[in-house]
Nanobody
Framework: QLQFVESGGGLVQPGGSLRLSCEASTSDFKFYAAAWYRQPPGKQRDLVARITARGSPNYADSVKGRFTISRDNAERTMYLQMNSLKPEDTAVYYC?????????WGQGTQVSVSS
């Protein structure tokens, strides 16, 4: 079954950058559109960015121009490059296919933006 492991989170100052990684458990990853989601403290989980199986990206308005989603199907890995980070980007970041499937959620990786 396809599952994901997220990594790369941490504490960063406003204006800083982080690169998140999402490793898939099987090579079936290459057949799926995939996405990054995030859940801020006390709020619902929302879509951040998604990418088709062939690599076409789409972004939420709140991150457009600051975040870049990419994937390497040969490495079964998806990335999220996050630049110009803001305190409101603080959240647990998850990856999943798109549309998301309930049995695929991983543990997520915490991103905290604070001075």
């Amino acid at each position: 079954q396809l599952q994901f492991v997220e990594s790369g989170g941490g504490l960063v100052q406003p204006g800083g950058s982080l690169r998140l990684s999402c490793e898939a458990s099987t090579s079936d990853f290459k057949f799926y559109a995939a996405a990054w989601y995030r859940q801020p403290p006390g709020k619902q989980r929302d879509l951040v960015a998604r990418i088709t199986a062939r690599g076409s990206p789409n972004y939420a308005d709140s991150v457009k121009g600051r975040f870049t989603i990419s994937r390497d199907n040969a490495e079964r890995t998806m990335y999220l490059q996050m630049n110009s980070l803001k305190p409101e980007d603080t959240a647990v970041y998850y990856c999943n296919i798109f549309p998301s499937q309930p049995g695929v959620w991983g543990q997520g990786t915490q991103v905290s933006v604070s001075s």
